[in-house]
């Protein structure tokens, strides 16, 4: 399992994902910062990254037309400044490790419901 942390979240998720023995990088850390979408998503698909976005609806587009196959998605709505994202983030490890030992084609979305965060998962692209 590889994460991949996108350019509109704390580099410091990566530093959290790897203090629980993941596997993790910011794009930052691999030269893909500013690249552009196309480029990453190529990256992500040929290389199985999990990508950890706040920019959910874009990717889930980007996933729906090419790739029928992936890794996974890790969509943090509740991520609005570093505290957020990080707790955001720990949700979504957790339950990622609690549920989805194959998160192949696997969508984790971790919201904001009041006082509390909302982790759901499903599958994307969904079968036909």
Same mark, same amino acid.
């Given at each position: 399992?590889?994460?991949?942390?996108?350019?509109?979240?704390?580099? !410091? =998720?990566?530093? %959290?994902?790897r203090q629980r023995g993941l596997h993790? +990088?910011?794009?930052?850390?691999i030269g893909l910062n500013g690249a552009g979408d196309p480029i990453l998503m190529?990256?992500?698909?040929d290389e199985e990254w999990i990508l950890v976005t706040n920019n959910g609806q874009e990717f889930?587009?980007?996933y729906e037309s090419r790739a029928p196959l992936h890794? !996974? =998605?890790?969509? %943090?709505?509740?991520?609005?400044?570093?505290?957020? +994202?990080?707790?955001a983030f720990k949700a979504?490890?957790?339950?990622l490790e609690?549920?989805?030992?194959?998160?192949?084609?696997?969508?984790?979305?971790?919201?904001?419901?009041g006082a509390d965060l909302s982790v759901r998962s499903y599958e994307w692209p969904a079968p036909i």
């Amino acid at each position: 399992m590889k994460l991949l942390i996108d350019e509109n979240l704390s580099p !410091g =998720l990566a530093e %959290l994902a790897r203090q629980r023995g993941l596997h993790a +990088q910011h794009v930052n850390e691999i030269g893909l910062n500013g690249a552009g979408d196309p480029i990453l998503m190529k990256r992500i698909l040929d290389e199985e990254w999990i990508l950890v976005t706040n920019n959910g609806q874009e990717f889930l587009a980007r996933y729906e037309s090419r790739a029928p196959l992936h890794a !996974g =998605l890790v969509i %943090l709505m509740a991520a609005n400044g570093r505290r957020e +994202q990080e707790a955001a983030f720990k949700a979504a490890v957790i339950h990622l490790e609690s549920c989805h030992p194959d998160p192949t084609n696997i969508a984790i979305v971790v919201e904001r419901k009041g006082a509390d965060l909302s982790v759901r998962s499903y599958e994307w692209p969904a079968p036909i």
